[in-house]
Structure formats: structure tokens, C-alpha cells
């Protein structure tokens, strides 16, 4: 936390250092503030910048909740694709050979569904701060992102056949574009008889379901945490900050005074620490402004959970894990199935 919040630290120490200076060495006494109306500030900003990290957590939790909806929709899909697709209705009887062909067409499809739907959430949107903050890059700067480093058109390969992969790439939601196609597929199974008519109500139920979990993504991308309520934040917490040094820099040097006056024959020692109490304003005043930003920022940093930084919800990890595990549950050959993608600095991307 000090690393990342370094800059700021600086700056806290410039903003608390100038005041005291003038006050202190410059015999600018008149240089403070009553404590008094600076704290009811405080107090009214704690509860603006609560109700700021409450409102961005809760967008990071629901992002949360929903990957855990995909989870869960795409064992079930992955079951359907299993149990569902047989000959019992069928005009022509196929092997198990071309069942299993079938069921990994869809699963690919599924997961070029979920690759797609990453790189969407990966786009850059203009409010999203992990290019804007030096601290963002610093520490993101040796992770490697897939959405990052590799195109759609790279990662879609070997998920879909060509046909379709030009299909998907030529339109502007290419994720919505495979749920098309996995809901084409599946009512030509049923139309020759691999799938009975009530379990294909079931499975287009699940696309119907994937498009909802994908509709709620979406909102979260690209409707960002109302301006008016981030921008004025940190408009308040840095006037917080600017004010602190005038409000608590009397009343140091009071404490100092006491201490001198105290003692019928203060000794040198005593004056020396009195006289120079007055300079704790500096720390105390930059540890006060280090909590009120260090919470604006996590709350800042919390807002858009998909852009690709730390605290984000690690999409990527989650999409490798979903293919894994469905891949497994059509008992796919497990030298194709790739490998489960690792944390990078305790990072999961």
C-alpha cells in the first residue's frame, strides 16, 4: 500500500510541510484555522467517500457474482450437451464418435462465447482510470494480459471453424454473435431428431440464460459509476487535505506551549521539545490526508472491475478454468486441454 500510494505521500508531505514552515519559521502565526468546522468536514467527507466505496464494491461484487452465474450455466450447458444429444428421436442413428464431434463443436463454440465476451470486457473505456494513474502502470507493468497481448482473431483459433469464425469477427458483439450460432446449431439438431423437443426448450432456456449473465456484464462495462459522484469525491477529499495543516497546527503548538509553561523553571530540554512540537503537524497531518485518499482511491479502483488491473475480477483466470472444466466433462483428449493460467506477482488476471 505505501508503494502504490507513494506519489500521493509526497504530495501529502509538501501540502502539510508549506504551512508549518510559515507558521514555525517565518513567525506567521496567524496562519491556522479552528479545528472545529475542519473536522465536521471530515466527518461529512467519511460519509461521502463510505457511501463511494460501498457503491464500488458493490458494482466489483456483482461483477463477481455474475462469473459465478457463467460457472455454474456452463457445467449445466456442458450436461446438457452430454445427455441430451442422443439417437432416441433420431431419423439417422450417429456413433458415439460423431456425438462426441457434436458436444466438442458446442463447447468450443461456448468457449470462444467466453473469449469473446473478455475481450469485450477488456476494452478501454474513457472513464477507467488503469492508464491515467502512474501508480496503475507501475504496478501493472510486468503483468502479463492476455487480452493485452493477443487479438480475438488469435485466441478465437481452433475454437471455431473458419466459417464461423469470420462470421463472429464480422460483427460489433462478437460474443452474442457464437451464442447465435450455438442456438442455430442446436435447433438443426433438433430438427433432425438428435435432440427431443423438450430438451431443446432446455437448452435454448441456457442460451436465453447466458445472454442475461452477458446483458449484466455489459451494463456494468459500459455504464460507469455516475461522474458527478467520483469527480466531486476527490474534489472534497483533496480540499480536506489542504485544510488539515491549518486546523491542527495551532493546536500543536499550543500542546507545545503547555508543556513549556507546565514548570515554574522549564529546562532547555523542555523549551527545546515545546518549541518544537509544532512540527508534528506534518506527520499527523499527512497520516489523516493518507487514509481519507488511500479510501477514495480503493474506492476509484473498485469502480470498473473489468479493465485489467489488480483488484479487478480476474476474467481471464476464470474463463481458462471454465474451459478446463468443461472440457473434462466431455472427456476430451487431455493433451489438447490447456493449462490452467498462474498468478503473476499473487496477481490473478
Known amino acids: ?32 484555522l479552528p479545528w472545529l468546522p475542519i473536522a465536521l468536514v471530515g466527518s461529512a467527507l467519511a460519509f461521502i467517500v463510505s457511501f463511494k466505496n460501498n457503491a464500488s464494491y458493490g458494482r466489483l461484487w456483482e461483477a463477481r457474482k455474475v462469473w459465478g452465474g457463467i460457472v455454474n450455466a456452463s457445467r449445466s450447458f456442458t450436461i446438457m450437451a452430454n445427455d441430451y444429444i442422443t439417437n432416441e428421436h433420431a431419423k439417422k442413428a450417429l456413433s458415439e464418435q460423431e456425438f462426441f464431434k457434436i458436444r ?35 504496478y501493472m507493468r510486468d503483468i502479463f494480459i492476455n487480452e493485452r497481448e493477443y487479438t480475438l482473431n488469435d485466441e478465437l483459433e481452433g475454437y471455431l471453424s473458419v466459417e464461423e469464425k469470420k462470421y463472429v469477427l464480422s460483427k460489433s458483439n462478437r460474443q452474442t454473435a457464437c451464442l447465435n450460432l450455438q442456438s442455430k446449431h ?23 440464460e447466458l445472454f442475461t449473465l452477458q446483458g449484466k456484464l455489459e451494463r456494468i462495462k459500459n455504464f ?113 486441454i490447456p493449462e490452467p493460467i498462474v498468478e503473476q506477482n499473487g496477481i490473478q488476471m
Open 104 to 138: 466438442k463443436t458446442l463447447i468450443l463454440r461456448h468457449i470462444a462465447w467466453l473469449t469473446s465476451l473478455r475481450h469485450a470486457l477488456r476494452v478501454q473505456k474513457p472513464w477507467e482510470m488503469s492508464n491515467v494513474n502512474a501508480s496503475d502502470r507501475e
Open 186 to 208: 442446436i435447433r438443426d439438431l433438433k430438427d433432425k431428431g438428435y435432440v427431443w423437443e423438450f430438451s431443446f426448450l432446455e437448452m435454448e432456456n441456457m442460451i436465453v
Open 224 to 336: 460507469p459509476y455516475p461522474r458527478q459522484f467520483a469527480t466531486l469525491n476527490l474534489f472534497f477529499v483533496w480540499i480536506f487535505i489542504f485544510l488539515v495543516p491549518f486546523g491542527i497546527i495551532n493546536v500543536f503548538d499550543e500542546i507545545g506551549q503547555d508543556i513549556i509553561t507546565s514548570k515554574e523553571n522549564p529546562s532547555e530540554v523542555s523549551k527545546l521539545i515545546g518549541n518544537a512540537f509544532v512540527w508534528l503537524t506534518i506527520p499527523f497531518s499527512v497520516i489523516v490526508a493518507w487514509i481519507f485518499h488511500t479510501m477514495e482511491r480503493i474506492g476509484e479502483v473498485s469502480e470498473n472491475p473489468f479493465e485489467g488491473i489488480a483488484n479487478d475480477v480476474p476474467i481471464t483466470t476464470m474463463s481458462r478454468a471454465i474451459e478446463i472444466d468443461i472440457r473434462q466433462m466431455i472427456d476430451d483428449d487431455p493433451t489438447t
Open 1 to 32: 500500500m505505501l508503494l502504490w500510494t507513494r506519489r500521493n505521500i509526497y504530495k501529502f508531505i509538501i501540502i502539510a510541510a508549506i504551512p508549518t514552515i510559515l507558521y514555525e519559521v517565518f513567525n506567521w502565526k496567524f496562519l491556522h
